[in-house]
């Protein structure tokens, strides 16, 4: 089992943010630093089986909308990779 750990502690910019996202994922430099950019790569790149986040507490409150965003693009990966008989993803947000 491939589990990836985000960690967001303390994390305060949007740079910063997608940075964290592709060194965590082992996304390409070349990414995108956009929520689309984040879906693609979790539809055709992502092998992990599990994401683990941590350290999102620690975020400015500013960026709660783009964490639901972020989300959002982690829920429509367990239904695509479901939805296509791909192996199983699961994501678990510790504070």
């Known amino acids: 089992m491939k589990i990836v750990e985000l960690d967001l502690t303390g994390c305060k910019y949007w740079d910063e943010l997608h940075r964290r996202i592709r060194e965590a994922f082992g996304f390409d430099e070349d990414t995108g630093r956009n929520w689309n950019a984040f879906w ?19 975020m400015p ?12 693009v982690l829920d429509d990966t367990v239904e695509f990779r479901k939805e296509h008989n791909f192996n199983s993803f699961s994501y678990e947000i510790i504070d």
């Not at 693609?40 to 620690?58: F, Q």
């Not at 409150?61 to 959002?72: D, P, S, Y």
């Open 40 to 58: 693609d790569m979790m539809r055709s790149e992502c092998d992990a089986d599990k994401v683990i986040i941590k350290g999102e507490h620690t």
């Open 61 to 72: 409150k500013e960026f709660a909308e783009q964490l639901a965003i972020m989300h959002e």
